[in-house]
């Protein structure tokens, strides 16, 4: 039936027309591209019979399918796309022609409503049928045969026209199975059965597109979240509601307390929080002001919020993540692969033995050709792959949207399902163990000296508030006091900053101007010592010509990075510094966060080095934000981009990206992993149990038609509804 079908949700495909043969194309002509909407492509069996038809056609280059969205993506030299509308026609489909080539303007298919009522007289029809065949003792009575008849018309002639289809371009099918075996039950008087037989999979399937609807719907509530409608600053000056497609990039938005963010843009004026869990999987809202940054779909909390829109419907963060899982799902995992792969040899080999069973009966065991036919057609049902083909995609789909809901973005099923295999995991020190940006860890007053703490630091701070080093910027942001004049201030490059503070001359800098006003005695050098072995860099605060203080900065470790990794070690992953950081820095993050291996000093091609060596002990991912990390995130088995809310590049390059600066999202994700592996498991497993069972009962003579499609109907369920418990 023609709302879904259950072998073939999440698969995605993007080919040359003309694979494996020389495409006919026009290389004079500018290549185009236009999108349909295929109501009835829903299948791998509607995607080979239009690539059939397609590869052929003169001027076609590119096919690119979405089963998902049902669109078909044409790349092409043709000055009118009719002729590929024709020949989809000649199949008995309708394309509808999109306007724009781009995801944005797919939009969602047409849906259509469940036939409950058509089905539910079909039911009643093929129950009749069999009651009736009961009180009769006769399965091919008229009375019998013409409710199975209404049974048949009223719930199976889509599939048996999808059986056909198959049939006319050779290609075997779950359709085609049924089809087989209604026709042939119903050719040795086994009306009932027919009938029964042809219902059960043609609610299955309804059921079933409905639960697959859920899994895609969850993917579009994504996009769902951005509102329709934008209060957009007018030429007048007015605020004036504006479709959030009409909205401009630059164009100046407001957000009331309350409502979601229309579009990507930066706050121009006025604070508030911003919910944005829908982005980042942050738990709590986030301080917003005037330079921060905002995401389409998230939800302004108290203040008002004026921001500069950068960019336009279709291409928002929310947009791109939607649209990143969309193509995902076309990276099918290794168990996917797997069971494509042994669909397509399993099908024939099964049709091979059930007309060895229907041959081999009456001519070796005696059997009448009623019994051994039936048998046959019995083995047929229960050997259709549908639980075992569609086992995998929904499992995979749900996975990659429970991840994106929680703000991990992964790029594909593969990545998915080898996350739970890491053994290692190499992390970059600065911008991801770390904050990536000095604060201010100590302030250490000379004995020799009558200076306080708070002193100390005022004076520092009102020294560097006239300096843009970003030493200078972590101290002053440590002071919340007051600030004293400076008088005759200067900058001393390479050496740090100088002034007069009440009358006194002062020095803030490193070793050489200490040096160089003569303030350095054994007790500087000793203090300096000590926190430069902790992985600090030391700034001394001279009075004249005598140190009276050193202060320290550091990349401190984000609070989050020790959650992260003694969850990790519970999960047995051990992790990996790699920095280009000096060894003592290193050492001195390592020890505070307890990871036994670290290196620094690192090149971006010694850090590739170190993952390959990883790599030889075992599955490795790599952590990093940086391009310096580029090459070993290339070389790892997952590269995960830190922060990537923040990077328009991170989604593009980043096997996996966490949406938000919290490592705490690696062992999540490697614990979703591994229940999507177990996930996967089971259904195999179970669906692989229920064949062989019946494979079982058949060649006893126990299973019937409609047991047999009965047990095979409620596997897939049971395997769809066991997938879908990963978007929980």
């Not at 020790?562 to 070690?569: E, I, N, S, Y």
Request: aromatic share 4%; with cysteine.
């Amino acid at each position: 039936m023609s709302e879904s079908c259950p072998q073939c949700q999440g698969d995605r495909h993007a080919a040359p027309a003309g694979a494996g043969r020389a495409p006919s194309v026009d290389a004079s002509r500018p290549l185009r591209e236009s999108l349909f909407r295929i109501e009835q492509m829903d299948c791998p069996t509607e995607e080979r019979l239009l690539r059939k038809a397609l590869e052929s056609l003169h001027g076609v280059h590119t096919l690119s399918f979405d089963l998902i969205q049902r669109t078909l993506k044409v790349g092409h030299v043709l000055d009118d796309p009719q002729p590929i509308m024709a020949a989809i026609a000649g199949l008995n489909m309708s394309p509808v022609l999109l306007e724009d080539g781009s995801p944005a303007a797919a939009g969602e298919p047409a849906t259509q409503r469940p036939p409950w009522i058509r089905m539910g007289l079909a039911g009643l029809c093929a129950i009749g049928a069999e009651a009736w065949a009961y009180a009769s003792g006769s399965d091919d009575s008229l009375p019998v045969v013409a409710i199975a008849l209404a049974a048949i018309l009223l719930g199976g002639i889509p599939t048996l026209r999808k059986g056909w289809l198959a049939l006319r371009h050779f290609t075997l099918n779950i359709n085609l199975l049924m089809t087989v075996a209604v026709i042939g039950a119903a050719l040795i008087g086994q009306w009932p059965e027919a009938a029964m037989v042809l219902w059960l999979f043609g609610l299955a399937e309804m059921i079933e597109a409905l639960s697959l609807t859920h899994a895609r719907n969850a993917i579009r509530s994504l996009t769902a979240l951005a509102p329709e409608q934008g209060l957009v600053k007018q030429g007048d000056g007015a605020w004036r509601e504006s479709p959030a497609r009409l909205i401009p990039v630059g164009a100046e938005v407001r957000a009331r307390p309350g409502e979601r963010i229309v579009l990507d843009g930066i706050v121009l004026r006025g604070a508030s929080s911003v919910d944005q869990s829908a982005i980042t999987g942050e738990s709590m809202p986030v301080d917003k002001q005037a330079g921060d940054t905002l995401y389409a779909g998230t939800i302004n909390q108290e203040g008002v919020l004026e921001y500069r829109v950068t960019a336009s419907a279709g291409h928002s963060m929310l947009d791109r993540i939607a649209q990143t899982i969309q193509e995902a799902q076309g990276k099918r995992a290794p168990t996917q692969r797997f069971i494509d792969q042994f669909a397509r040899i399993y099908t024939p080999a099964v049709f091979a033995v059930a007309l060895v069973v229907a041959f081999s009966g009456p001519l070796a065991f005696g059997m009448t050709w009623l019994d051994s036919i039936y048998r046959a057609l019995v083995l047929l049902v229960i050997a259709c792959p549908c639980a075992l083909v569609i086992s995998t995609p929904v499992t995979v789909v749900s996975g990659l949207t429970a991840a994106a809901k929680r703000g991990i973005l992964i790029k594909g099923g593969l990545y998915l399902e080898q996350g739970r295999r890491l053994r290692w995991l190499a992390l970059d020190k600065t911008g991801t163990l770390t904050h990536g940006k000095p604060v201010l860890t100590d302030v250490v007053p000379l004995a020799a000296t009558p200076m306080t703490t708070a002193l100390a630091l005022q004076l520092a701070a009102s020294l560097d508030a006239l300096s843009s080093h970003p030493i200078a910027h972590a101290i002053v942001s440590a002071h919340h006091g007051e600030l004293l004049p400076v008088t005759d201030f200067a900058s001393r490059p390479g050496l740090g900053v100088t002034g007069r503070i009440a009358g006194k001359a002062y020095g803030l800098g490193n070793l050489r101007l200490a040096h160089e006003l003569g303030a350095v005695d054994a007790m500087l050098e000793t203090t300096m010592k000590t926190l430069e072995r902790q992985g600090k860099t030391t700034v001394i605060l001279c009075e004249e010509s005598v140190a009276v203080a050193v202060l320290a900065v550091a990349d401190t470790a984000r609070e989050t990075s020790r959650a992260a990794l003694a969850d990790l070690r519970r999960l047995n992953v051990e992790p990996v510094m790699l920095s280009g950081d000096n060894a003592d820095t290193v050492r001195a993050v390592a020890d505070d966060l307890g990871i036994e291996h670290a290196r620094g000093e690192l090149l971006p091609q010694d850090k590739l080095v170190a993952v390959e060596e990883l790599a030889m002990k075992g599955p490795v991912g790599m952590v990093g934000d940086g391009v310096n990390d580029a090459p070993a995130l290339a070389r790892a088995d997952i590269g995960f981009a830190m922060g990537a809310a923040g990077a328009d590049t991170a989604i593009e390059t980043a096997d996996v990206a966490l949406m938000h600066d919290d490592l705490r999202k690696l062992p999540e994700f490697i614990r979703l992993s591994r229940r999507t592996g177990s996930v996967l498991r089971q259904n195999i497993a179970f669906a692989l149990a229920v064949k062989f069972a019946f494979f079982a009962l058949t060649f006893t003579g126990d299973a019937t038609l409609w047991m047999a499609v009965f047990a095979d109907a409620g596997a897939s369920l049971l395997v769809v509804f066991n997938g879908l418990r990963l978007l929980r």
